[in-house]
T-cell receptor, first 113, second 113 residues
Framework: GDSVTQMEGPVTLSEEAFLTINCTYT??????LFWYVQYPGEGLQLLLK?????DKGSNKGFEATYRKETTSFHLEKGSVQVSDSAVYFC????????????FGAGTILRVKS | DTGVSQDPRHKITKRGQNVTFRCDPI?????LYWYRQTLGQGPEFLTY????????KSRLLSDRFSAERPKGSFSTLEIQRTEQGDSAMYLC???????????FGPGTRLLVL
């Protein structure tokens, strides 16, 4: 079945550092890819998405590019802030499979001031 | 606030008791999904509805679990004869027809003693 693998955390960075969280996927169809974020004490929120190969999703300074050749969707941000501390989940869904989301295990990001 | 609400937010119960959770979706969203999230893991798909029809159930959903969505509006998830292994966060998400982004509720955290 479809699956998503994320880099293990926690990732600890100083403020203004560059962030990369790796995500790779396995899928038999043509999935859409997502990054969701869960801030402390809050529910899951969509951060960004990409629906086809070579699409770039972006939001709040975060970016990720759908790379079909490497089956990857790595999350990047040029300069992190303390307020970016959260758990980040990479996920995929496929319309032919009812759009149900398949999530990675999540990566904890801690940003120090 | 995504517009998806869940009730209760927290539930503590004793092993063997029955519990029921409720999800109220964004009104125009015809698809509703249930996921379970255990500590340190990403959410796992349980079941989903299109309007009032339950279209798929995961193998994770034992026969002690039942979900309904009468009239295609709110949904309930019931767990009978709870076990300690049922302790988790139960998440509801909804999706508008033709769209790909699911909106999540805040979740119901269940603790089975």
């Amino acid at each position: 079945g479809d699956s998503v693998t994320q880099m293990e955390g926690p990732v600890t960075l100083s403020e203004e550092a560059f962030l990369t969280i790796n995500c790779t996927y396995t899928a038999t169809g043509y999935p859409s890819l997502f990054w969701y974020v869960q801030y402390p004490g809050e529910g899951l929120q969509l951060l960004l998405k990409a629906t086809k190969a070579d699409d770039k999703g972006s939001n709040k300074g975060f970016e990720a590019t759908y790379r079909k050749e490497t089956t990857s969707f790595h999350l990047e941000k040029g300069s992190v802030q303390v307020s970016d501390s959260a758990v980040y989940f990479c996920a995929l869904s496929d319309q032919s499979r009812g759009n149900k989301l398949v999530f990675g295990a999540g990566t904890i990001l801690r940003v120090k001031s | 606030d995504t517009g998806v609400s869940q009730d209760p937010r927290h539930k503590i119960t004793k092993r063997g008791q029955n519990v029921t959770f409720r999800c109220d979706p964004i009104s125009e969203h015809n698809r509703l999904y249930w996921y379970r999230q255990t500590l340190g893991q990403g959410p796992e798909f349980l079941t989903y509805f299109q309007n009032e029809a339950q279209l798929e159930k995961s193998r994770l959903l034992s026969d002690r679990f039942s979900a309904e969505r009468p009239k295609g509006s709110f949904s309930t998830l019931e767990i009978q004869r709870t076990e300690q292994g049922d302790s988790a966060m139960y998440l509801c998400a909804t999706l508008a027809g033709g769209q790909e982004t699911q909106y999540f509720g805040p979740g119901t955290r269940l603790l089975v003693l």
